[in-house]
Nanobody
Framework: QVQLVESGGGSVQAGGSLRLSCAASGYTFSTHCIVWFRQAPGKEREGLAALYTGGSTPFYADSVKDRFTISQDNAKNTVYLQMNNLQPEDTAMYYC?????????????????????WGQGTQVTVSS
């Protein structure tokens, strides 16, 4: 029902910044919870930040709350993840996911099983 396309990944030196974009299509009048995840090889998929597109305070994982910011541009149907002070441990494939309506409360929003619509991912590589 909802198609998601991530972009903005790439290679960056430690301490650098990237802004990821999650462009949504396939719906017109609904609101969604959009969540950014990442998954490194051999690791579980990790929820990072969540935003209800109808307007609410975002949720963040403790590991990224001081460096990452989730935001939206409603006119463009796009959700962003601004990532600052990137470190090698941030290297992963980054995905966005969507569910209809409000985000679940903590910690359920961080569970990948709660979302049925996923983008293809964008790779972020941080070198030291």
């Amino acid at each position: 029902q909802v198609q998601l396309v991530e972009s903005g990944g790439g290679s960056v030196q430690a301490g650098g910044s990237l802004r990821l974009s999650c462009a949504a299509s396939g719906y017109t009048f609904s609101t969604h919870c959009i969540v950014w995840f990442r998954q490194a090889p051999g690791k579980e998929r990790e929820g990072l930040a969540a935003l209800y597109t109808g307007g609410s305070t975002p949720f963040y994982a403790d590991s990224v709350k001081d460096r990452f910011t989730i935001s939206q541009d409603n006119a463009k149907n796009t959700v962003y993840l601004q990532m600052n002070n990137l470190q090698p441990e941030d290297t992963a494939m980054y995905y966005c996911a969507a569910s209809r309506g409000y985000c679940a409360w903590q910690p359920r929003w961080r569970s990948a099983s709660q979302y049925k619509d996923w983008g293809q991912g964008t790779q972020v590589t941080v070198s030291s």
